[in-house]
């Protein structure tokens, strides 16, 4: 049997991180706990995520997590994934901390907790969120599948960054069995009120059949995300203070979403329609309408780059990684580019 590490707040791991403080974990979240740990010869404090004990096939499926977020590389808009640790045979995702700022906030949750945002901020926000996105798919991501206002956090800067690829599904010609399951698990614990803060943005197809999903999904997700920042919060379906998971579903599937005047309407309006062939087919096609909707408005936003230095780093680290989780050949690739 394979040991679990559980550790408490205090406790010194490998004599090179100390726990801070602990996220998550078996009934306070999904499959996932996140130790906050202050690393040794280092200023800023990092993340060790793993998966919960008790998680079936959780090993397996964070394996998977772990080659998928490292895989997405260094880009501004990703929380970057440092390296990958395996401590007394168990998985740890080392992964970026996003600070929180003077106001208490670091994911776009907390600002809609607190009375929402700035149209330059949503603009800023839904282009950054197209880069992170395009650039993951370029790393062969095929669909992240819980995008929503929790995993998209907000540095100390104002800048957005897509976290958490505990469900996300790479572009590979093999069907994951273990995702599918996965999706599978979740919707049964959704009877049981621990998913439903993820099937709210669940797109019609990810309800369906999440093994068939693409990007276009992620798209639906943010529209939802993306008409609560508009609106301080308010949800684009009729809904009630107390719904259960079929009248979510029933919302999703054939209720039409309620309208609003604003500028951005239109472009929420193309993210959330049910068949994904009417919706932006590429994150390019829905930055070109937010690029114009910044133009009426005289909003300059950032550009999408990526600097050599993260480049060279982001190779190293994926070599480290893909060593450490036992594919030598992955490494070696690596190395040589």
Not at 35 to 63: A, D, G, H, W
Request: aromatic share 10%.
């Amino acid at each position: 049997m394979t040991h679990y590490n559980e550790f408490q707040i205090g406790d010194i791991i490998l004599g090179e991180f100390k726990v801070l403080d602990i996220f998550g974990g078996e009934g306070k979240s999904g499959m996932g706990v996140v130790y906050l740990v202050k690393r040794r010869n280092y200023i800023k404090p990092v993340i060790l995520k793993t998966y919960q004990k008790n998680e079936k096939i959780s090993r397996i499926r964070f394996q998977e997590e772990a080659e998928i977020w490292v895989s997405m590389g260094i880009h501004q808009n990703i929380v970057e994934a440092n390296a990958i640790e395996i401590i007394n045979e168990q998985i740890f995702i080392i992964a970026e901390f996003i600070e929180k700022d003077e106001e208490d906030r670091n994911t776009i949750t907390n600002y809609l907790n607190q009375g929402g945002t700035s149209i330059f901020n949503i603009i800023k926000w839904s282009a950054q969120f197209c880069y992170g996105m395009n650039y993951a798919i370029s790393k062969g991501l095929k669909v992240h599948r819980d995008i929503k206002p929790e995993n998209l956090m907000i540095d100390s800067n104002g800048n957005l960054k897509i976290t958490d690829f505990g469900l996300a599904k790479a572009n590979t010609n093999e069907t994951s069995e273990n995702s599918d399951s996965q999706m599978k698990i979740n919707v049964r614990l959704t009877n049981q009120g621990s998913f439903i803060g993820t099937i709210l943005y669940s797109s019609p197809e990810q309800i369906r059949d999440s093994s068939s999903i693409d990007f276009r999904s992620d798209i639906y997700s943010f529209g939802i995300v993306l008409y609560q920042l508009i609106t301080n919060g308010n949800y684009p379906y009729p809904i009630k203070d107390s719904v259960t998971l079929n009248e979510i579903i029933h919302l999703h599937l054939t209720e039409n979403i309620i309208p609003i005047d604003h500028l951005i309407f239109p472009v929420i309006e193309k993210c959330l329609r049910k068949n994904p062939i009417n919706r932006y087919q590429t994150f390019d096609h829905l930055v070109d309408d937010i690029n114009s909707i910044a133009f009426k408005l005289g909003i300059k936003i950032p550009h999408n780059r990526q600097a050599v230095d993260d480049k060279i780093r982001e190779l190293y680290t994926q070599s480290y990684s893909f060593n450490i989780l036992g594919n030598k050949k992955e490494a070696l690739k690596l190395i040589n580019e």
